[in-house]
T-cell receptor
Framework: DAKTTQPTSMDCAEGRAANLPCNHSTISGNEYVYWYRQIHSQGPQYIIHGLKNNETNEMASLIITEDRKSSTLILPHATLRDTAVYYCIVRVAGSNTGKLIFGQGTTLQVKP | GAVVSQHPSWVICKSGTSVKIECRSLDFQATTMFWYRQFPKQSLMLMATSNEGSKATYEQGVEKDKFLINHASLTLSTLTVTSAHPEDSSFYIC???????????FGSGTQLSVL
């Protein structure tokens, strides 16, 4: 699975949009981009995933560049409860293992 | 989303004893479960992949005789930390998926403290 690069930490004002970037320049054609987050002392929570089209759900939007070498997770109206570590992961969907390998992630601090 | 239940949430044990952690998929059948461990301020590290009815596949550097994994049914996998020592103190997290194209769902984790 391709490796991802994320900033170590980011701050965001409450109520504003949080834009979390992820670089995956070695991604291959059959690899999806997944985003999970982990709130302190809890298990990771699935947010969203996509292949090449932009995706939106009730939690967030995922913008993938045309060359698929990077993506951005957007939390449209960040709240204090969105403070967490956000992980961007690429993996091949449908693979027999399907395991997720976590990088260091981005610690997002939402401030009042 | 699907629910993965992990038990216990925390456990304290004496050095040399064994501890069993359970991971259950409550509303789906999990053909594959994964076990991770996480040290403070670090990311999750995959320990092993557990497939129902077969032996677990361990990641490099993980001792299979120390971390026993059993996946006897489609809804239950267990991780047993045998002869636990203080360096085994960590946050252990399981995850499960219904099939190869399905998302992974995670348990709430187990904090193990070995005295």
């Amino acid at each position: 699975d391709a490796k991802t690069t994320q900033p170590t930490s980011m701050d965001c004002a409450e109520g504003r949009a949080a834009n979390l970037p992820c670089n995956h320049s070695t991604i291959s054609g059959n690899e999806y981009v997944y985003w999970y987050r982990q709130i302190h002392s809890q298990g990771p929570q699935y947010i969203i995933h996509g292949l090449k089209n932009n995706e939106t759900n009730e939690m967030a939007s995922l913008i993938i560049t045309e060359d698929r070498k990077s993506s951005t997770l957007i939390l449209p109206h960040a709240t204090l409860r969105d403070t967490a570590v956000y992980y961007c992961i690429v993996r091949v969907a449908g693979s027999n293992t399907g395991k997720l390998i976590f990088g260091q992630g981005t610690t997002l601090q939402v401030k009042p | 989303g699907a629910v993965v239940s992990q038990h216990p949430s925390w456990v304290i044990c004496k050095s040399g004893t064994s501890v069993k952690i359970e991971c259950r998929s409550l509303d789906f059948q999990a053909t594959t479960m994964f076990w991770y461990r996480q040290f403070p301020k670090q990311s999750l590290m995959l320990m092993a992949t557990s497939n129902e009815g077969s032996k677990a596949t361990y990641e490099q550097g993980v001792e299979k005789d120390k971390f026993l994994i059993n996946h006897a049914s489609l809804t239950l996998s267990t991780l047993t930390v045998t002869s636990a020592h203080p360096e085994d103190s960590s946050f252990y997290i399981c995850s499960a998926r219904a099939g190869p194209n399905e998302k992974l769902f995670f348990g709430s984790g187990t904090q193990l403290s070995v005295l």
